[in-house]
T-cell receptor
């Protein structure tokens, strides 16, 4: 089974702090994604990556950056956390190279910024 | 740009009965993929069912089936013999069938439908 893990289930940070959310997948997937999920808004794509060191902006990249130094690991960085970044963050991965492939999700990190 | 609409924020069904969740989408493409994902409370999001637009036959996975109406751009999910474990948020998602590259390869999600199952 594909396993996607995220470093924390719950996180509480203060405004202005630098926050790292980490995601690891164990199936050698090429593609990895970061979404945020807010009630009534569904899932919105923040950033995605097709390969190591490759990244592209999604629909709401402002205030976020990402890093993919190794194929299995995709980090989301909040350079200076703000209260409007309080949300559920979901990581996903997919095989890549095939159209229509399934995305597999991690359990999510619920971030509260005070 | 493609959009996905789930018009039912919440639905409720009696255990053992059948429920249908609605999803419509807007696209000018003819080749694409549609998905239903399930997110149980405090648990991981998982794929329920997947449909390829070029296939006319509706996808089925055990108690889950879809009614795919390409001309109407409708992709509803039917859950038969509902069980308590079916209670979850359900998300409909769209993916372009174009060659993978750029934002074309990403999933576009609806806002979700929260399904409750009554014992």
């Amino acid at each position: 089974d594909v396993k996607v893990t995220q470093s924390s289930r719950y996180l509480v940070k203060r405004t202005g702090e630098k926050v790292f959310l980490e995601c690891v997948q164990d199936m050698d997937h090429e593609n990895m994604f970061w979404y945020r999920q807010d009630p009534g808004l569904g899932l919105r794509l923040i950033y995605f990556s097709y390969d190591v060191k490759m990244k592209e902006k999604g629909d709401i990249p402002e205030g976020y950056s990402v890093s993919r130094e190794k194929k299995e690991r995709f980090s989301l960085i909040l350079e200076s956390a703000s209260t409007n970044q309080t949300s559920m963050y979901l990581c996903a991965s997919s095989i890549g190279g095939r159209v229509g492939e399934t995305q597999y999700f991690g359990p999510g990190t619920r971030l509260l910024v005070l | 740009a493609q959009t996905v609409t789930q018009s039912q924020p919440e639905m409720s069904v009696q255990e053992a009965e059948t429920v249908t969740l609605s999803c419509t989408y807007d696209t000018s493409e003819s080749d694409y993929y549609l998905f239903w994902y399930k997110q149980p409370p405090s648990r991981q999001m998982i794929l329920v069912i997947r449909q390829e637009a070029y296939k006319q036959q509706n996808a089925t996975e055990n108690r889950f089936s879809v009614n795919f109406q390409k001309a109407a751009k409708s992709f509803s999910l039917k859950i038969s013999d509902s069980q308590l474990g079916d209670a979850a948020m359900y998300f409909c998602a769209y993916r372009s069938g174009l060659n993978y590259g750029g934002s074309q390869g990403n999933l576009i999600f609806g806002k979700g439908t929260k399904l409750s199952v009554k014992p």
